[in-house]
């Protein structure tokens, strides 16, 4: 089954953590993008990748970290400087041509 | 003036009608556009993706661009509960990544 997987679903982290959300894509893509969505906000760009060990910043990336490693995997790490983290993230991924992006279902980050 | 304008709604209608969402943007360079559902606490699905001007008809579903006046629109017929989601244009000129508009989000009351 052809997909995006995003994982954990829902996760919680205490002010000053660092924490890292996971997203696999076996649909052989080349770019891989992270979303931030707030409520009245629509999505917004954090990183994007198109190539294997690259990658650039997108709208919002300050507070944030990627790695592109394997053309699989694209994860994103949320920092301590992040100072308003709690949101829906969302994983997307298209060919090369940046067109029909294709999402996973998220995870919903909360700050506690 | 924002890239991508998307009124937000929400919007409310009856079962059986025919719904009409829209978008405008402002940058000439995009030739690509989509149409996404997302259902509360989901990821978006694609709907429609359309190349350039013109219309695009799948079931219910009708996408139609307008490149000279820079404007889109997504056309459900006989709309129905299960409709009820958040509809969120994207689109781009093939070489960045997508720009989304905000969402409008649909209510077809039973």
């Known amino acids: 089954d052809g997909g995006i997987t995003q994982s954990p679903k829902y996760l919680f982290r205490k002010e000053g953590q660092n924490v890292t959300l996971s997203c696999e894509q076996n649909l052989n893509h080349d770019a891989m993008y992270w979303y931030r969505q707030d409520p009245g906000q629509g999505l917004r760009l954090i990183y994007y990748s198109q190539i294997v060990n690259d990658f650039q910043k997108g709208d919002i990336a300050e507070g944030y970290s990627v790695s592109r490693e394997k053309k699989e995997s694209f994860p994103l790490t949320v920092t301590s400087a992040q100072k308003n983290p709690t949101a829906f993230y969302l994983c997307a991924s298209s060919d090369w041509t940046n067109t029909e992006a294709f999402f996973g279902q998220g995870t919903r980050l909360t700050v506690v | 003036q924002k890239e991508v304008e998307q009124d937000p709604g929400p919007l409310s209608v009856p079962e059986g009608a025919i719904v009409s969402l829209n978008c405008t943007y402002s940058?000439?360079?995009?030739?690509?556009f989509m149409w996404y559902r997302q259902y509360s606490r989901k990821g978006p699905e694609l709907l429609m993706y359309t190349y350039s001007s013109g219309n695009k008809e799948d079931g219910r579903f009708t996408a139609q661009v307008d490149k000279s006046s820079k404007y889109i629109s997504l056309f459900i017929r006989d709309s129905q509960p299960s409709d009820s989601a958040t509809y969120l244009c994207?689109?781009?000129?093939?070489?960045?990544?997508?720009?989304f508009g905000k969402g409008t989000r649909l209510s077809v009351i039973a």
């Open positions: 940058n000439s360079a995009f030739q690509y």
């Open positions: 994207a689109m781009g000129p093939g070489n960045t990544p997508l720009v």
